[in-house]
């Protein structure tokens, strides 16, 4: 079906590419078999470093012409195996084109090269006074391009929304290498179908994104944390439900259980406030006005205390709310630290807000059946929570056991009016999942459009349909 | 191409829809044959009263076998000629599917029929105290379904976006019949190509909507709106920029020029306050925190007069933002009054912020140079500018002139990095100018998509692509 990539194309990919921007097997390819999936690893043939969009461009014509699969990579840090080269071929990697293009005050933009890691783009954009509200967890390592294959969200969705949300222009390089330049400084613009937003999320399956254009805010001026624990899942999740029901919409409202809290413990060494509570939740606020942000905390806490909170404990200087944080962002990094195979099965289900009380006892109880360990983390302001099945048993037990037990999460989740997929995406890891969340005639509406865009399937195959 | 439809099809068809719902030739069919379009007029050779999907799907599926055209319509306030049955066949107006099925209060959502009137929406959840942002200016006779097709914007859309950005779920019958349930009760959702924002703003030309899941807000407790005129174009454009470089966002920043506030007072016969003024800003500031907000209306005062405005009026009781929103809401209504012949082309361009102070006396320039009125008023704030040339002249000057200056416009606004339309839709009337603002990898891409929704075609025939 696909061609090898030959001594005859690798010397083609050299002339587009220049010196040193083209690894092959002599190289260490390594870091080009995987995301952050376990187990999921699959060497490319070769790996092209481009530096701009006409790059891209020769390279996808080459393909086209040869033959080859094309998987574009940003900074390999998805949790859906996307980047993942399973038919071989050429990884193209984005990661050198990482130039912030222009800070556009005045219309409140940003364009920005694929390659930006995230975490870089909020601090440029802060230090000018402005916002880009994003924040998966994996901001200091993740690139923005990743983020718009993935559409990612982060904490900070329940108030901002996700990358989507901000993208209001696109160049991206369709599979036959005709560069589409995608919407512009405008913040509206209904000019035919809406091929961005089709785009974003698209996991690189329909065309490579060299250059984004974002909205920005002004960035809030005051903020204050609260890290509240629970003894209980269930209250827990009715704290969030009543929050919301108080028309408070916090910047962030994430749920961390004990377990997950506790193996982050492990992992940095440093004991952990109210390392006995079942759950905790961990509520951001944001605004230019102190006194509206502190009335808004007060009911907060009494809430939460009215559903039996142990405490309420506020942080509202840098360093405090740092360390609340560092532990929420080190959560899966410990999981993977606490599986002595470093193995585990993420998965990213949502719900709707108000099942999440419903929703993490029975993912206990699913793990008990199955006895598995189950550690669940995640954005219980949007009801997207992250379920790790942890491999803490032996090889046989783990490959007969866990994937029925995540079956059984994902089932969960679609009958409580949820999706299989809130953030990380389908990619490999969800493929037999997809028809779990979604009715065949879009299933098929969407084949179609890969076809459209990609008529010889060779942009990152073997992703998002089985 | 297209069959007619027969005596069969109407005996078939009022099976469908049982009895009262079905219009022929034999009722008076005009309101069906045109939008809110001056000069574009159709008649459809018969109307079809849905109440239900599955009367969508059956008829769908029998215009499917017999081949007649099939053109949605909601409730007929749209700016482009989207629901007009240029190819005759049948209208399917879904005005009778006006149900507002469920405000949940836990999960800050509305389920609604697409017959529901934006207005009514908005005055049944606000009872809630709750808020759906969305406010196109025919906000008291479009329909909900209606801004699904046209990714309906409004003044608010500045701080709170358009409608897309409210859209979690549809239920939409494709032409093929065949129901699809996009999306649902969750506000993060990667499961898949995002099909929810590719229908959002496809003109009823990719699927018929049936039912709307919308998410919502909290709805802001304080209000506060301010007119500021000023004497010059120039000056009202540069006040709107520096606005947004102070890093105020405002919930509305519109702009009025002279003529349409006195095409209004013509029409009203009541004086509007500064009637002598070039142009009128009309601008919303919300939130829940009085102080805040009289914080940045005292700024944006103060940058209003540093640019030469006459005065800063404050509205902060309902009755005179009433009448000071009255006026801005008026204005369409108003020019086909002060045209007599009842004609204008109204136009939709969008430009980034910044651009609006070079934009706005070009567009005089342009009525200047074609000896033609042209009025324009609109979302500043957006960049979004109501170009309306008024027909004020001969049949034979209209005739010749008109399409030039309007072809003109259409460029100055892309040359400056806008769009052709940022908030109408292309439709039946900007379909000549589709290629203005996007290249034809993109126009290709769509057309492919309409193919795969739609092979025969007979879903709203005619629009968008020329």
Redesign the interface.
């Known amino acids: 079906m696909y061609k090898k990539i030959d001594n005859d194309v690798l010397k083609e990919l050299k002339e587009i590419l220049g010196d040193g921007n083209l690894l092959t097997p002599e190289d260490d390819l390594d870091t080009y078999a995987h995301d952050e999936v376990a187990e999921l690893w699959h060497l490319p043939e070769a790996v092209a470093r481009v530096h701009s969009t006409e790059q891209v461009s020769e390279i996808l014509k080459l393909a086209q012409a040869k033959r080859f699969p094309v998987t574009p990579r940003g900074a390999g840090q998805g949790l859906s195996g996307g980047a993942v080269p399973v038919f071989g071929g050429l990884v193209l990697s984005l990661e050198k084109m990482e130039r912030i293009l222009e800070i ?6 940003v364009s920005v090269e694929p390659g930006v890691i995230t975490g870089n783009l909020h601090r440029e954009v802060e230090a000018a ?2 916002f880009y509200p994003p924040d998966p967890a994996s901001l200091d390592s993740c690139s923005i391009g990743g983020n718009i294959a ?2 990612a ?1 982060g904490p900070r ?2 108030k901002y ?2 990358t ?2 901000y993208v209001c222009g696109l160049q991206a390089v ?1 599979p036959s290498g ?18 961005i ?2 785009l ?3 996991e690189g399956t ?1 065309a490579v994104v060299t250059r984004i254009l974002l909205r920005l ?3 809030p001026e005051q903020r204050v944390d609260l890290l509240v624990p629970f003894n209980s899942f269930q209250a827990a999740g009715q704290s969030v ?1 009543d929050i ?2 108080a ?3 916090p910047v962030a409202l994430e749920f961390m259980e004990r377990d997950s809290v506790l193996a982050v413990e492990k992992l940095t060494e440093k004991e952990v406030p109210f390392r006995e509570a079942a759950a905790h939740l961990l509520i951001t606020l944001d ?3 102190k ?2 942000i502190d009335r808004d905390y007060e009911r907060i806490g009494e809430i939460c205390l009215e559903n039996g909170a142990i405490d309420v404990l506020v942080a509202d200087n840098p360093q405090m709310r740092e360390r609340l944080w560092e532990n929420r962002k080190l959560i899966i990094e410990a999981l993977q630290n606490l599986s002595p195979q470093h193995i585990m099965d993420t998965q990213d289900i ?5 099942q999440l009380p419903h929703l993490l006892p029975k993912i206990k109880e699913v793990g008990e059946r199955y006895q598995l360990p189950i550690i669940s983390f995640g ?1 219980a302001g ?3 929570v992250h379920v790790n099945i942890i491999k803490d048993v032996p090889e046989e037990v783990w490959k007969n056991q866990a994937p029925k037990a995540a079956e059984e999460i994902y089932r969960l989740a679609v009958s409580l ?10 990619g490999l890891t969800r493929k037999s999942f ?1 028809s779990l ?3 065949q ?3 098929e ?2 084949r ?2 890969k076809e ?2 990609d008529p010889n399937g060779i942009l990152n195959p073997g992703k ?1 349909f089985s």
């Open positions: 556009d005050e005045e219309n409140l933009m006074g402005l993935e559409n969200g969705a329940i929304g996700v989507k949300d369709l005709e560069v589409m330049e995608l919407g512009g400084k405008v913040v509206k613009n209904v000019t035919g179908y809406n091929l937003q089709l974003t999320g698209s329909l805010l002004p960035k439900s919301i029901k028309r408070i919409v605004g230019n006005d006194a509206q949502v719900v709707p807000r108000t954005h949007d009801g997207n009016g949820g999706m299989v997929t809130g953030e990380h995406g389908i997809l969340g979604i009715d005639a879009q299933i509406m969407m179609r459009i459209d865009f998002i």
